[in-house]
């Protein structure tokens, strides 16, 4: 009989998370002269496979002189020394046998060659410390293997004080892509190997701390911060100089402070100087805690305005520099973000101290994924397999003792999609052993039994709504049932930032508004993973070839991955402001009142200045500033404002001071009214139209004779103006292939609504019009749009009046419903009076400005990553297109319209994959739409909700052509 015998596996292989390395303690950056930063240059080699394990290159003397050269940190697959990134979502790259992992597994081979600083003590102790390695590595130093680890975003230590030389050191660390860790890294993201974060040689002088935890609370009902320094290995006194405080370490002392809070994030400097080592304090004081099922941080509702964050630059993938990191902070904090989730690993250790510096609320995830088991109904899920507990045990440790000195770092999170299990269990045991003050989170377990906090990803509105008033559907087990209900909610993930949108923002926060029991949430995501590309610009899933991937379901950011923020970020901005300035009245000519009301949850006004302007007509009419009350968050006050006449004002609360993120005079929140009513523009009638030969006269446009086409306005040449219902379909139209709700973009595509046909049944000419008779339909189908273009003028403008009969059976919306025409490439230039500057949908539409806007029309482009509909104006009064000259175009809408040019057409945009494809050609193409089709989330959302939709059914609309003003 055949036996099987399981094998031996290597170290890579096995489950275990590692050997040979220290404890896990918490982090702080050591001081310049106990560090030595091994970043830089280091020799390198790449195998194909890890198939045996030969360690002659670590040994000291072994000849590297051949090897090629990566930067550390660096993932070597960006860095054009062999291999290539990869993207999956939810899917393993390789077969799921758990914890085998392929022969074919990259392996880079790194030396670095360094001598020990000539001024740390003969006694010191020394430490090797690792900040980041994926997925795996092996270390030798000088000859003598020091360990292995796994946990890719997570700190690794080695103390290797008695194998120091002066000079010639040989560190030698290998990294395999692929390890038994890969299968607890599933996270949606590239897969990029390397030494990817700091590797620091850190002297520990006798004495020395081996760790300290810094306990800071606040009491709101005193005014009193208590603060309990414990220090491991050492004894010693904690000095905090701006409030006085000197005390022994494990003393608690209760003194009177200012509380840190994300609004304001007041740190104290400080120190713990034990015999061996003074290290460097920020204490920030404040409580967080559940009471009566709303998380309270320093006694008061806090209201999440969040992301998720993952790390990513679009040249050094996961390699993140400090400056980025920063930026990153400041982008943040300028959009009125207010929360973190760092999807879904702890991030580099630097960014939480930046954190705790301006000011976010942060949920700490652990470095845990285990999605891929999902397709296999989660059997041998890591998760829940006791096997794996030590390693996911040790993760949470790693995590939790880096980051626990961090006053940002108000909820641990113990992973991301990793079904439900015992393993998840334990690690929210042993964290609220070693940290009962902070909370716990994880959103994969229905039964919310390990958690403090409800938590979901991507619900629609009703369900937030029915969560927000726990009236939401009950588990089956009536104990959790009770116990989630008592819970607060929030929403670890949602508005699908994917290309052109997430729609439907503002609904949210109405709702995290209106129920306390809604704390808001993380939109996700940051920012776009997209890669420099030499061709594609930027690149998704599949632009290296693999085999297996997910496209662009990893470019889903609020900023494109240049940073450039998206319309979603200035949305988002506009959606979460933290003051709401709002008209009472004042649509009509007399003084009219603003309500200014407070929605900081700590902070008051005195930061901000209100400032107030008027435009009639484009042209600044006065200016001032408000006096606004003292409110304290909730408040609110009516404000009257000085403003008379028609015209539009509006009312900007700006930085009072600069800050570590905004300069003076930046826009955190704004309000606008219009005063007077909206005037259409006055009829263009009157004019005959005449038949010459082939051509048809009316005014100043000229129309071919037999098929009605408007062909000349004035001295500008018109082509293909006729009703357009099409747009590039979206990654949100698209939805995502396991959404329950039917989703349009496809549906679109099946209709034929990208290749409508347009029959001409009879142009007609009357005593005061052209009437043009058409139906346009797509091929194959039996549904049409009757369609009649009714042509008027006053002998200089000229009138279009369209109306729009649907026949058939119309099952799904349109994209849109307006007109196209083409115009030459020579009236590139824009202006317009609505919304603006960038682009808005009517559920995106909060952002949108109104006012008098001038620009080219490539810059009304929006790059999405994959190219997509994008660009439309809201509320458009009238829209000129003109020349160098001043030539041109103008239209002004019967009713507000949405406005769009670019330099190709919707087919074009749709078929283009990546943005250098779109070239601009001999014509401007512009869309006049009466209506269009709301964006939503259904890229891995909700669709677009009822009051956006776009249904077909009978519609007038006009506009009125002339040459511009
Ligand atoms: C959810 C993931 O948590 C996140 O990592 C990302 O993949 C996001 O979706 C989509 O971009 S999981 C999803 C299947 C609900």
Redesign the pocket.
Known sequence: MNRTHAPILPWYEDMAAGSGGLEPRAWYAGSDAGRLSLNGEWRFWLSPGATAEDESFARPGFDASGWGTVAVPGHWVLQGVGGAPAYT?VAYPFPVDPPRVPTENPTGDHLRIFDRPAGWAGDSEVVLRFDGVESCARVWLNGRELGDFKGSRLPHEFTVGGLLRAEGNVLAVRVHQWSSGSYLED??QWWLPGIFRDVTLLERPPGAPRDFFVHAGYDHRHGSGTLRVECDGAEGRVVLPGLGVDAATGETVTVPVEPWTAETPRLYDGELVTTGERIPLRVGFRTVAVEDGVIRVNGRRVLFRGVNRHEFHPETGRAVDAATMRRDLVLMKQHNINAVRT??YPPHPAFLDLCDELGLWVVDECDLETHGFAGLEWRDNPADDERWTPALLDRAARMVERDKNHASVIIWSLG??CGSGRGLTAMARWIRGRDPERLVHYEGDPSCRDVDLYSR??PDHAEVESIGRRTEAPLSDAESDARRRAMPFVMC?YG?AMGNGPGGLAEYQRLFEQYERCQGGFV?EWIDHGLVHPEHGFAYGGDFGEELHDSN?VC?GLLFPDRTPSPGLIEYKKVIEPVRIEPTAGTGAGPGTVRISNGYDFAGLEHLDFEWSYEVDGAPAGSGTLDVPELAPGASAEVELPLRGEGVWTVRAVLARSTAWGERGHVVAWGQAEAGAAVAPTAAVGGRPERNGRVITLGAGVFDAATGALVRLGTVPVVGLRLDVWRAPTDNDNGAAWQPDERYGPRWRELGLHRMRHRIDAVEVGEDALAVRARVAPAGVGPGLRTVYRWTSDGARLGLAVSVVPEGEWRVPLPRLGIRFGLPAAYGRARWFGGGPGEAYPDTRAASVLGWWRMPVDAMQTPYVRPQENGARADVRWAELTDGSGAGVRAEGGEPFWFTARRWTSEQLDAAEHVPELRAGETVWVNLDHAVQGIGSQS?GPGVLPEYRLDAKDTEFSFVFSAPG
Do not use: L
């Open positions: 979502n996270q949606d999807s879904h991301n999609e990803m991507y993930e699908h996700w379901f889903d891995c």
